[in-house]
């Protein structure tokens, strides 16, 4: 049984992947991946090639969760810092495994 | 001259200027990301491991008053850097800050090629200046984001434990204990791979490094005239405060142009990541371009050679 | 002419990259892409570093086949393994390109 | 406020990466994100593993632009290329972000 | 006790300490996925390299003995292991099988860590000990599995196509036929490489999987104290039943040392793979805590002294 | 035969049959492309240096008849080739132009490999000789692909631009200049990284190889007959052109045999990247199976004795 659930996506620079996943986990979600990846955005600011170059984030979550969390995203970093967010309808199978952890 | 070209014509740095040229000619060379931070570490615990052997034969009270000026050099150097840049530099206070921050760290390459430099001299640094690097990495931070209120307690804590627990202060110690804990002798072993291999592994990082340097210089133009002349007048002020500080506190004339190295240089490994999130208000353009694009090069080939030169003279008038 | 096709992606321990692969031939896809990525999930277990962290899977197929591929993967691998699965609506171009190779 | 976006994502030999990056920036693209996958199509041939395997590149773009760019892959790579894309609806934050740069 | 200090303060161990120390504070160190793995390649091959260029002028009659041995232990200790962790551990059959799996093959690290503190106390190991070591890999791993009814030939047959076809094992017995085949002398151009490198290279890899640990120590915790007793409990049984089939065997005090260190490790390369593709419902988290976090440190600070030292008594007994 | 039995009993040659035979067997085993790139960058700036340090020693009119012989190499065997494919192979015009453009250029490691059976024989090859891989990388690339009627200048301009910044050339002139700036002893500090190192992460670099090769030989069915035995056909043709230049521009005899080995190599590193970019419609693989698939694992068992043997009997001769 398929249920609609929504994929929040953070494109950031690497130093914040810490503390977007402890963002994520305030609200609660079952999990995350992430991954590396390169890329051009209006600012392109990164602390540093030490730190390589950006993180992108995903989290699986309720639709109802999903505001929430971009929001949240907007309002720490959107005004000093590099980082994209969108969402996007998927669909999964167990939903109850995304549920609290 | 001729130590002027002397300096320049080495493998290492010449690694450097072709990483430059490869840039500018936009090649589409470059060290793959996990190599470059794993030549990153090995160049780091292996600074810190012959450091911390040559500790282990250096007693307490020789090593005790170079420590201390060292720490000295990163309280005040950051102290010198800000007022500079915002009275010469015309920055606002927290990019001045975050820029101060970079110039009180230390770059542990530009160690590495003034050492380099010394020695070929046919001078005798002291072997235990890999401890001082490790003294110099902190401190003018911390000292340097004290210019400005940051957005709380949180954020500063964050800083500081970014530092401090940041890759390179962890290797460079980490690596100190474990050389002085085993002693020269028992480090026999890995002296192929930590020792003899070092200076060929540092071309491979001054290539990675040069592309990098390249990109930020091309960069560089939107920095303004005014910025890029304090990336050239803050690293004598600095170095001449180093070598001083360094004689003064007995070292010898080899060792006080390298100390003088250290304080004129600016961080690019520990400094900007913890400035970033003490500070994420402050433009990295500026901070990265100066540091990287303008500092590192300038000492490379100018900076070195004018330390070890007022390093020689200052020795001679005390 | 752009045609609804379903993204699929699977998110499963290294270790069984070939067999999830396989199992998407035995659904004749026509293609498949992966990439390693790290993450958190409710289990968190893998075998072990020497395999590394995880890999996401993705393959477009026509609508059709989706939820028969989701399904077998359920079936194999959510009892046991820390395997995550979902599908997105995406719009192809040349679908005649994803039917069967 | 939440805006309808367009996500489109290019799949595409390694060789090809700064080409499709130069061609999203002719169609005034804000940004875009790569990073390197593996994979296996219809075709499956790559200029050398010395190039590295293929590279995923996506771009976040008003609707309207989408269909363009789509296009504009497919006339330049479709015929002797091994390139994929497909476009995703997704939702943004800040879309005035994400206009010419 | 000495004998423990000297085999604790050595570059190998110590960086090991060092990550373990590093994931403690929370450092963001970590040596790059593609290093690390890169890193391990080198080492099984270069142990490989050595090992066969030994066994070349090794004569069989000389081998033979030891590598029956070997397999003796391979097949019995994986048994025993099951035996104790359904009695005392209290393990499910399925977990029990796993993790006994995982200590019927070998620890390469613990190998290497053996035969350096062998070789500092002056004696002289055996030169094909590495192929002992590929011979050791395999069938415990084979044995354990057969403790479960698994789900069908076919998974069956996966696990030990994996095992079979798994880097570590290719490349060590890759390793050993080329060194075989090369001979020592045609080795000597790579000998700087693969020979003078490698210890330091060894502190790299140890300094990740220090990291690793560290990790796995903190989860220790989940796992019952039952379970981590069993993880100090096997290395000194396993190990002396190494050593009694070492001197049995013929092998020098050194050589059968280490063959017990062999024996009283638990592989973290070949058999989690293979475990996890073979029983899935086993939990990684028991095995993986028990080799990595308990069994690995126990054996580098206490279980190899005391490897040796009973070698050393056993020997003069007989 | 013996010479040939010596040939492969190498670690370098016996490392990449480990590749393929880990490849044949289904292993896992695989170098990471970080690590990959890595050593290629490295081995490529080693050999740089190294031609380097010797070219400043070699008088200019020594080096530049072989240096001529080399250029006219790289623009008479792309037609060669042309011709052949086209007449024998049955290839279309474009698929033609496009193996033509990889044996007109040359494969590093081929050149390595001969290097090393030639010192084996106690031949002593020119030190200047990495100069000339430099030299013969580059025109046959550009020869070969005028041969067809790209779609306009700007894919042409592209593809030029992609040899001539790509990383293999620029690593190689890049190490040239710095091995000629800096002589022999300057680059003695670098030598234990660079010098003694070489063969040992060759081998490293050949595994990985062999893995691609065994890949690429698994799908050599699909390319038919008779493009296989264009693979065989073309390395002797153009070896044999490339040993007599060689002894004709006065190269002595173990030079000779190596720049034929150069000539008769196809590269798989600066040309595939070119030619996918400048003819996109020619059959990628074709000219991949063709030049690492069959030329490059004939060349290491069969080609280079013959190349030797050649240089050997034609010397006499003359
Ligand atoms: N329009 C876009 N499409 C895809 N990725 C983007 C876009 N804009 C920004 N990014 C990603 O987000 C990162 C930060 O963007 P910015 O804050 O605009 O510099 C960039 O490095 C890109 O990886
Ligand atoms: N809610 C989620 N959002 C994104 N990725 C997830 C989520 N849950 C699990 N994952 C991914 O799936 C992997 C396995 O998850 P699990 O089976 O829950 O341990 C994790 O390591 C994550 O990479
Ligand atoms: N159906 C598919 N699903 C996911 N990725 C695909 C699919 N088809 C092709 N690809 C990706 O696109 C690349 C080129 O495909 P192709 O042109 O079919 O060889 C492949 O290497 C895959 O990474
Ligand atoms: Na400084
Ligand atoms: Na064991
Ligand atoms: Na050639």
Redesign the interface.
Known sequence: MKVRFKKITIVAERVLQEQVVELLKRHQVSGWTAQNVTGEGSRGLRASEWEGSNVQIYTLVPETVADAIMEDIARHYFENWSVVVYSQDVEVLRPDKYQHP | MSLLIDNI???VV??FL?GM??RW?????S????????I???LL?AIG?KGGAALSDTPLHVFAKPAIATLLIGMLSPVIAYAMLRKFGKRTSIDAAAIAAHYGSVSVVTFLAASEAVKRLGLQPEGYLPALVAVLEVPGIIVALMFVRTDGESSWSKAL??VI????I??LI?GL??GA??GTQ??T??????G??????L??FM??LGL?AGKRLRDAGRAGLRLLAMGIALPPVLGGLGVAAGLASGMSEGGSAILGAMAGSAS??AA??A???AL??A???YY?TLALGITFPFNLALGIPLYIYLSRTLNIWL
Chains 1, 3, 4 share one sequence.
Request: with cysteine.
């Open positions: 014509l080495t493998p010449l690694c072709m040229v490869a000619i936009k090649s589409d060379l060290l793959p990301e996990a190599m470059y931070q794993g990153s570490i090995y615990l491991l434990h970014e627990t940041g890759k390179s962890v290797l980490g204990c474990i804990l085993c028992k480090l072993d890995v002296q192929p791979f930590f003899a291999a070092f200076k060929g592994a071309c491979l290539l990675e990098v690019y490994i900007p990541a400035v970033r999130i994420p208000q433009n990295p353009a990265l």
